[in-house]
């Protein structure tokens, strides 16, 4: 009787631990998790973040949200807009600050998704260059193209995206068919483009949780970071190594599709350049080439057009927008979702649990045990996913991992669920298929997982 009495009271301690860790890891962003659903899930800010901060927050949130406008203009704190862009807003790509999805086939204007353009490093003097710049534009459009401009002004071309369908089967015999895109961009209008010009199709990520990503130790992810395997085990992630302008020498990447900027403030600005055509003091030139007069032959909005004070605002309300609690963590389906997860390798790479570094200056991120479920590493994704344009340490093949937290909420966010650098998987699932390379061992394991699996795994993955 006391041995059974023992068993049970082991039984419910061992309960008790899982249920206390699930709580645990309900909150995402630690501190600053928020209890939100529907279409704002992502759109509040830290929960641990005073009130006599919240005016801040407002205040960036305000630029990034409302339109900026043609210079000269009476708004004249908004205005410098163009005069090539690819949006007038932020939140025109990150839809409520949420995911970008790419463009129908036969839509010809990609709001939320753009293509980053270059050439490859051929003489001596752009080998020199790349080192810094971490590419080499194409001569004519730049590093991206702009597919609209001011009104009566020629934009620099078009988008076009057309699949091809790749068929997957699992070992149950189920198949997946899968479309595999292909870019082209027509109508230039500037001359034709360097025969040899690369192409990468971006779609917007979500802004949640990035000032708890900027807040990871550098020494965590050289850590994490293995990039000869050192240990077998197939994963080699490795850190890029970027640029960072302010400080001028290079630093550890972390945001964007390919980990090319080192930081938030670096970030922003270089998308306010690129996407909304308008300069800072990091990026004090206007987004035209050498062989484009459009830039000098209309008015601008000052020098510079985005003041370090409003970049300010940005960088802190891109810094403390919250990621939202997890759901449903007790249900026996998510539960068995995460051990497969966990069983097919997943979290080699989308790492579920860090701890933040201390930052005097930014006190609602400092020291928080996250669940951001990734390295921040670049990991060769295979030949299925390359888009064969290098970015500084990036290869063509290699991409970092995004994370995951708050991936569950992107259809009643964003009212889509297209996933994956570019928006070609239509749901998560598609998502996972098209992992190849280091992750091609996880890929052939969830291959083998029956429906009732698949489910699981479905269903861990939106409760996060």
């Known amino acids: 009787m006391q041995s059974f009495s023992k068993s049970i009271l082991t039984l419910c301690l061992a309960l008790s631990a899982s249920s206390a860790v699930l709580a645990y890891e309900i909150k995402s962003g630690g501190g600053t998790s928020v209890s939100k659903e529907g279409a704002n899930a992502y759109s509040l800010p830290a929960a641990n973040l005073p009130m006599s901060k919240r005016l801040d927050f407002s205040v960036g949130n305000s630029f990034f949200r409302n339109p900026w406008v043609q210079a000269p203009a009476s708004t004249d704190a908004r205005d410098g807009l163009g005069p090539l862009f690819n949006t007038n807003g932020c939140q025109n790509c990150h839809i409520k600050d949420g995911r970008g999805h790419p463009p129908e086939e036969g839509d010809l204007h ?35 193209l702009q597919d609209f401009a001011l009104q009566d002004q020629t934009p620099e071309g078009k988008i076009n995206i057309r699949y091809t369908p790749v068929t997957v089967t699992f070992n149950d015999g189920t198949q997946v068919t899968l479309r595999k895109p292909e870019v082209r961009i027509t109508d230039l209008g500037y001359g034709p483009m360097h025969p040899q010009t690369q192409l990468s199709a971006r779609v917007a990520p979500p802004m949640i949780g990035l000032g708890l990503l900027e807040s990871i130790a550098d020494e965590t992810l050289i850590a994490w970071a293995d990039e000869n395997d050192g240990d077998g085990d197939g994963i080699s992630g490795k850190v890029n190594r970027v640029w960072d302008v302010r400080t001028n020498d290079f630093a550890l990447g972390r945001f964007g599709w390919k980990a090319g900027q080192p930081n938030l403030m670096q970030q922003n600005a270089a998308a306010f350049n690129g996407d909304v055509g308008l300069t800072s003091q990091l990026f004090p030139d206007e987004n035209c080439s050498a062989k484009q007069s459009i830039c000098q032959d209309l008015p601008n909005g000052g020098e510079p057009e985005v003041s370090d004070n409003i970049l300010a ?49 930014l006190p609602a991120l400092s020291e928080q045990t996250i669940h951001p479920y990734t390295d921040l590493l670049l990991h060769d994704m295979g030949p299925g996913l390359a888009d064969n344009r290098p970015e500084y340490l990036a290869n063509g093949q290699e991409w970092r991992t995004p994370p995951l937290w708050g991936i569950g909420y992107t259809q009643e966010v964003n009212g889509h669920t297209h996933f994956l650098h570019d928006g070609r998987a239509r749901n998560l699932m598609e998502a996972v298929l098209w992992h190849g390379g280091e992750a091609q061992t996880a890929q052939q394991t969830v291959l083998t997982f029956n429906q009732n699996e698949r489910e699981a795994l479905i269903a861990f993955l939106n409760s996060l």
């Open 110 to 144: 990609a709001v939320s998704m753009l293509v980053r353009l270059s050439i490859p490093a051929m003489t001596a003097e752009q080998k020199k260059a790349y080192i810094k710049d971490g590419v080499i534009p194409e001569p004519t459009y730049g590093g991206q």
């Open 313 to 361: 605002f940005v960088e802190f309300y891109s810094q403390h927008l919250a990621v939202p609690m997890r759901r449903n963590t007790e249900d026996p389906q998510v539960q068995l979702g995460q051990r497969l997860f966990a069983q097919a390798g997943c979290d080699s790479c989308h790492k579920p649990k860090v701890i933040t570094a201390k930052r005097d200056a």
